[in-house]
């Protein structure tokens, strides 16, 4: 194991290893000291060593003691501020903003914790994250095909998104059984997010993925009749991985308009 620490599965520890993966990470990052970078998951520091030569200051949130005290060692409070704990519940406002939010990411919890920034994201300015390659895929997928659902609604609605680049497991130490990707979110103006209520926005997302074989006028049976339907020019036949986005934000606006 690289520098004497033992990878533990439940933090979902992959270190990278490989110096030219790193290096187009930091390409693709670009840090500028003039701007404040925030690290999930430091772990061993193969991008905080070169984030930091590039920024002069970081901070970053990490969950694992043995780690923390490493960093600790390592690194003196002027150069990296520390955030001990889970960033599934750490508070993004208690940083400025804009933020730039970077990191290779436990992978048992990267839904949950996209779904977290996703919520900061009116104080980000953007976000380049390595994830599991079938989860980016699923994130920038489009209508209509087998990737497509309700992370790809969510997250796009809220940010511009792109796959930058794939990245093997020897890459790794250890080794993880899947290809990685990185991937670059940039949240979108908020004139562009202009549902009237997200929240609803978010329980029809769910109710149409939630089954998927089902169509349209079954899953949102709750909200839509078939009169709503013909008003948006939708089919209630259709399923819930043939409509856009925007078609998504439609029947929120419809509904909340209409009155539940
Ligand atoms: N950045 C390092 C690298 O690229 O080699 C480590 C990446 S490793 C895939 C994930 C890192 O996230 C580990 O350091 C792990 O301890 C940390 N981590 C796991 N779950 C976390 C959580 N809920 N909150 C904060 N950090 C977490």
């Known amino acids: 194991m ?63 003691r043995d780690l923390i005290a490493r960093l600790k060692e390592t690194y003196a409070p002027e150069q990296v501020t520390i955030h001990e704990g889970d960033a599934l519940k750490f508070d993004f406002a208690r940083l400025p903003a804009p933020l730039r939010v970077v990191g290779n990411l436990p992978y048992n919890i990267s839904t949950p914790l996209l779904f977290h920034f996703a919520s900061f994201a009116e104080r980000v300015r953007d ?28 997250l796009q609605y809220r940010f511009n998104m792109a796959h930058l680049f794939d990245v093997p497991p020897g890459a790794f130490r250890p080794a993880p059984k899947v290809t990685s990707a990185i991937v670059y979110l940039q949240p979108k103006p908020m004139s562009e997010c202009c549902c009237r209520d997200e929240a ?33 020019a939708i089919s209630p036949q259709a399923r819930g991985e043939t409509l856009s986005v925007q078609d998504y934000v439609r029947m929120a ?7 539940v």
Not at 131 to 138: A, H, N
Request: charged share 25%.
């Open 253 to 259: 606006d419809h509904i909340s308009q209409r009155g």
């Open 127 to 154: 976000m380049t994250f390595m994830l599991q390659k079938e989860v980016v895929q699923r994130m920038v997928a489009e209508p209509d095909s087998e990737e497509y659902g309700r992370l790809s609604v969510m």
């Open 200 to 232: 609803l926005f978010g329980r029809i997302v769910t109710a149409a993925f939630g089954q998927r074989r089902k169509t349209l006028r079954n899953t949102l049976r709750e909200w839509m009749t078939d009169a709503d339907f013909e008003a948006l």
């Open 2 to 64: 690289p520098q004497g620490h033992t990878a533990r599965k439940r933090f979902g520890q992959n270190f990278l290893s490989d110096p030219n993966i790193i290096r187009k990470i930091i390409t693709a990052i670009a840090p500028d000291p003039a701007q404040h970078i925030v690290e999930i998951g430091p772990g061993l520091g193969a991008l905080t060593v070169p984030l930091l030569a590039a920024c002069g200051h970081l901070d970053v949130v990490e969950i694992d």
